[in-house]
């Protein structure tokens, strides 16, 4: 028998090799597989955003090194790759779902606030505002963003590769992902903690630890408010004087949710949504250009309620807060709440009512159905009137307009239902419907805050109330962006226009004259300064006291009326920059110092914008003129 040729042995027997010498060997291809498929959760959204011009590289380019990392275990146990895989895609598909989904909806990108508010919300909650925004195209969508990782993963196949060379791919790969930290402390000789808050910049859009990083910040502001707001030794305010110290009084603070002032019939909106407190009107003082600071309730009311506000937003933790300084006036302090706070889980609105010396929580019930009507308050609001102490301060925070708006009134107060006299843009059927129902919801606000006035006057007490809301709130309210809801990222003035009003008792008046000869109801301002108007009205003056930043005040200011995100100073915008085109020329037509009086360190907005006397905002004139 001829000897066979080499070559041929290896052809026709290869068994003698040993098996899959090409599965042992390391393959790119393959290692890109696996690297696609942790890319995909992160990649696709920052894919989106970057190519939609939300926003720029640097999300791309984190996704891109940071999601090297999942390829670690993967190669460090390749035996358990898939099932490794596996499970990480799942992590990483679930918490990718609320980045995606809030860019379906917003057509933006997560941000911190947005990720405080998702642990701020319950159960009750989340599921109104899934349920007001579900659409059925979200489902199929949804699919398809499963079904593409699903299928890559199901063709993965070992990357290869001796130990040493995934040992060194490893290390290389912990490199890069390690390396803006490494850079900082290693090159730069800056600090370990400089470097670790350089890493989280970098892997905050990459999922999942845009959740991750935004729960630990949030526990870490929720504890800092807890020891901060809560804090027993905080020093009082100097030179405290109370000119009503020797009267008994009840001060009134009414804080509704999401409501939108152009929307209400009191503010010339063309349907009557508010007649019960038109017909009171002679009795109010009926402020028709306040504007919240922020569109987020605990956002925009940390402001309202302290010396806080955009150029300082940390002072609500560092001085006495309006609670404070009502109990050191002596007033006994009571807090009423319809929120969806839950007196077990602690939350920085639950933090907030702590402050007060009795906490009434009328919505926390987890099984509870979330519809739980405004009027609920009435009940608890008469008790604390008829408490005997001299001097009361009742807070009531309602549940207000808040989405879904369906939810928020009676049937009885379905008033609005037929598509007549809807704006023409609102055509669509769940345009129609909605806008309907917020229509609807307001109304419903306006028996309850005006039963509470009602309340109040019975009781015969000396005092008033004060009504705002913490925001506004859009719903389908431009016909070049149909929208509803609120986003800071993309303002108008739905979401920051805010009802605001003072009603005084007989006796009240008598003794704490304002001026209201000249037309103080047309003021601009700023929710964020409300702190100083409460205590204008309530005669209680201090060292540091800014009549400049009280609404009622002869010595008014029309100062800056900022909105915008205050950690990023620069982005600040003025409303009337924003929202009146025709006051970019400076309009100075209010008594009291000239606006170029104000030294402020912003530089986004200039001072010189004056105030816009009785003036509406340009996108919003349509509602007077339907
Ligand atoms: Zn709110």
Known sequence: MPPVPLTQVHLSEPDFRPKDTRQDRFSTTRFLAWFLFFF???????????????????????????????????????A??????????????ASSLFSMGYLALYR??????????????NWAESSEFLHSYFAWWMLPALAIYTLI?????????????????????????????????????IINKESLANGFSEQVNSMEPVAPWQLVMGYVKYRQALSNVENRLLASDKPPLEGLADSNADTPSTLVLVIGESTNSRRMGIYGYYRDTTPRLKAMSDELLVFDQVYASRPYTVESLEQALSFADQLQPKLHLEMPTLV????QAGYRTYWITNQQTQTQRNTLLTTFSKQADE?????????????????????????????????????????????????????????FNDNEDLPPWVRRKRHRREYNEYDNSIVYNDFVVASLIEQMKKSGQNGYLVYFADHGEEVYDYPHHLFAGREEAAPTPAMYSVPFLVWRSESWKRNNRIDVSYDMTHRIYSLSDFFHTWMDLAGISFSGFDPGKSI????????????????KPDALV?????????????VTTMTGPAPEALQLPAPAYSPGYGAVTGAVPALDQWLLHP
Request: charged share 15%; aromatic share 14%.
């Open 359 to 415: 906490q009434v929580y009328l919505n926390n019930n987890r099984s509870q159905n979330s519809a739980q009507y405004d009027e609920a308050v009435f009940r608890p609001f008469e008790d604390l009137l008829n408490r005997p102490e001299s001097k009361k301060f009742i807070l009531v925070h309602l549940i207000g307009t808040h989405r879904a708006y369906r939810y928020r009134y009676p049937d009885t107060f379905k008033i």
């Open 149 to 185: 990782p699903w299928l890559i993963w199901r063709r993965l196949q070992p990357i290869g590769g001796k130990p040493v060379t995934r040992l060194l791919l490893t290390f290389t790969i912990c490199l890069a992902v390690c390396w803006p930290m490494l850079d900082r402390v």
């Open 574 to 586: 003025d409303v009337r920059q924003k929202f009146f085109p025709a006051a970019a020329t400076p």
């Open 80 to 93: 358990r790759g898939k099932l490794i895989a596996g499970i990480t895609g799942v992590v990483l598909w």
């Open 108 to 121: 933006q990108d997560f941000s911190q606030s947005v990720i405080f508010i998702i642990f701020e919300s």
């Open 40 to 78: 995909y959760f992160s990649g696709v959204h920052q894919a989106i955003i970057y190519f939609s011009g939300i926003a720029g590289f640097f999300g791309l380019t984190q996704a891109l090194v940071m999601s090297l990392l999942w390829l670690v275990p993967v190669m460090l146990f390749p």
């Open 324 to 327: 404070d300084v009502m109990k």
């Open 552 to 567: 009622i005040s002869r010595w008014y200011t029309p100062g800056p009326v900022l909105i915008g995100n205050p950690a």
